[in-house]
């Protein structure tokens, strides 16, 4: 399986922000912002961006004295065998958070061995996940996760996918011409947020966007009821702009 060309690197913010990190984790005693500034080549606007970020997210901490040190986030992502223990926490912090900002279900999957994978989802009562009325390994083509996963393959990866799972009717609004899938696939921005408006289940609207890690193929998605589709756009920007922290978690 190949990544197309444009997936084949994290988020240009995450390749930044892994380089503030480093520089951070250089000074033990703290670096200032314009230590940083001139040792990233990072301008000032971006990198005071990345180190709020950062610092919203425990990787890194502002001290009392405006120098900026490793933060505590980072440290344990860093320990050895509490790391996965550690990611998977956060990640469910990171996604129970998303879920309250967005107001809507939300999902990390990732794309391995030729299969979708759902590694974790935030729900709750108010914000239900999506009735899987038909397996979504079996069902990428109608879904958005399944087209974000698949818009990040090459076209021999698609193929390889479509040659073993049908494109089969779901509703109405289902794409099965595998031909008319593949076009919408190579048309579809990597930088734009994907749509599922009542491809896989009448009454659902689902929205994804890529998360990248290394080669890996993976995205963060939501779901919607359908009379709430008013508010996806706006919820899938949302989405698209918390990305960056969660392909950091995975990228550490």
């Known amino acids: 399986m190949a990544l197309k060309?444009?997936?084949?690197a994290p988020f240009?913010?995450?390749r930044y922000a892994l380089r503030v990190l480093e520089a951070i984790a250089g000074h033990r005693d703290g670096v200032t912002e314009a230590g940083l500034s001139q040792e990233t080549g990072l301008p000032p606007g971006l990198l005071a961006h990345l180190l709020s970020?950062?610092?919203?997210?425990?990787?890194?901490?502002?001290?009392?004295?405006?120098?900026y040190v490793v933060g505590e986030s980072l440290v344990l992502l860093g320990s050895g065998g509490?790391?996965?223990?550690?990611?998977d926490e956060r990640l469910r912090r990171t996604l129970a958070d998303l879920r309250d900002t967005v107001g809507a279900a939300v999902y990390l999957s990732?794309?391995?061995?030729?299969?979708l994978e759902v590694t974790s989802f935030a729900d709750s009562p108010m914000t239900p996940a999506v009735n899987e009325w038909v397996d979504f390994r079996s069902a990428l083509h109608a879904t958005a996760i399944g087209k974000c996963l698949l818009g990040q393959l090459d076209h021999d990866?698609?193929?390889d996918h479509?040659?073993?799972h049908r494109t089969a009717r779901l509703t109405s609004r289902t794409i099965t011409d595998e031909r008319l899938l593949l076009n919408t696939l190579d048309r579809q921005p990597p930088t734009v947020p994907v749509l599922d408006l009542q491809e896989y289940a009448v009454g659902t609207v689902c929205a994804a966007v890529p998360v990248t890690a290394g080669s890996s193929v993976g995205c963060l998605a939501l779901s919607l009821p359908v009379e709430n589709a008013h508010r996806l756009r706006r919820a899938a920007e949302t989405l698209s702009r918390r990305a960056a922290p969660v392909m950091l978690s995975l990228a550490i």
């Open 162 to 164: 479509l040659s073993r």
């Open 82 to 87: 509490d790391r996965e223990r550690a990611l």
């Open 5 to 8: 060309p444009e997936h084949t």
């Open 110 to 115: 990732r794309y391995k061995d030729g299969e």
């Open 53 to 67: 970020m950062l610092c919203r997210e425990n990787y890194a901490e502002r001290l009392s004295d405006g120098t």
């Open 12 to 14: 240009h913010s995450v």
């Open 157 to 159: 990866g698609r193929k």
